[in-house]
T-cell receptor, first 113, second 110 residues
Framework: QQQVKQSPQSLIVQKGGISIINCAYE??????FPWYQQFPGKGPALLIA?????SEKKEGRFTISFNKSAKQFSLHIMDSQPGDSATYFC????????????FGSGTKLNVKP | KAGVTQTPRYLIKTRGQQVTLSCSPI?????VSWYQQTPGQGLQFLFE???????NKGNFPGRFSGRQFSNSRSEMNVSTLELGDSALYLC?????????FGPGTRLTVT
């Protein structure tokens, strides 16, 4: 059973637009939700993370929206830039389970100039 | 601070052989995790070590094993390689839940 479902699989956005990636999770015990950005040939890089006691977290152009009742969370990239073109992964984790992350399947974002 | 380093970056092995991958975590991080990344299965958790003890293990066969040394450096070993083991193997270094990944080791099994 896939613990974290991510959509869309791929996304094309014009420069300056808003990119939105959605994730849904199964286990209500998850208590930490990070987003990672991965460029080709590189390892995933931590972008932003949220805990379920907060509904929104913003860092620069990146915002996580969290809906605990719906078991969903999303990443919004404002003013998307060609340099944001990468694969984005959402993840979920239980604090007591020692950094065992369940990852979504990834979204390949292409920002057109 | 230096990031997570993994060696080697690329490996080509033959089916049936074994392989050892190495990871040096960020200084001060005592937790090291390993993940396998493939196009079909995505990122999958292999195991996690803290202070030389395996605290968690994913759903991989016993051919996959790991260990951690007293300086927090970690190795993972895959014995009797299969074609399906071809993947990017990622090491992650954690302080609390802040988890940082290395660049990975690209393993190709022929």
């Amino acid at each position: 059973q896939q613990q974290v479902k991510q959509s869309p699989q791929s996304l094309i956005v014009q420069k300056g637009g808003i990119s939105i990636i959605n994730c849904a999770y199964e286990n209500t015990a998850f208590d930490y939700f990070p987003w990672y950005q991965q460029f080709p040939g590189k390892g995933p890089a931590l972008l932003i993370a949220i805990r379920p006691d907060v509904s929104e977290k913003k860092e620069g152009r990146f915002t996580i929206s969290f809906n605990k009742s719906a078991k969903q969370f999303s990443l919004h990239i404002m003013d998307s830039q060609p340099g944001d073109s990468a694969t984005y992964f959402c993840a979920a984790c239980l604090t007591y389970n020692f950094n065992k992350f369940y990852f979504g399947s990834g979204t390949k974002l292409n920002v057109k100039p | 601070k230096a990031g997570v380093t993994q060696t080697p970056r690329y490996l080509i092995k033959t089916r049936g052989q074994q392989v050892t991958l190495s990871c040096s975590p960020i200084s001060g991080h005592r937790s090291v995790s390993w993940y396998q990344q493939t196009p079909g299965q995505g990122l999958q958790f292999l195991f996690e070590y803290f202070s030389e003890t395996q605290r968690n293990k994913g759903n991989f066969p016993g051919r996959f094993s790991g260990r951690q040394f007293s300086n927090s450096r970690s190795e993972m070993n895959v014995s009797t390689l299969e074609l399906g083991d071809s993947a990017l193997y990622l090491c992650a270094s954690s302080f609390g839940q802040l988890t940082y990944f290395g660049p990975g080791t690209r393993l190709t099994v022929t």
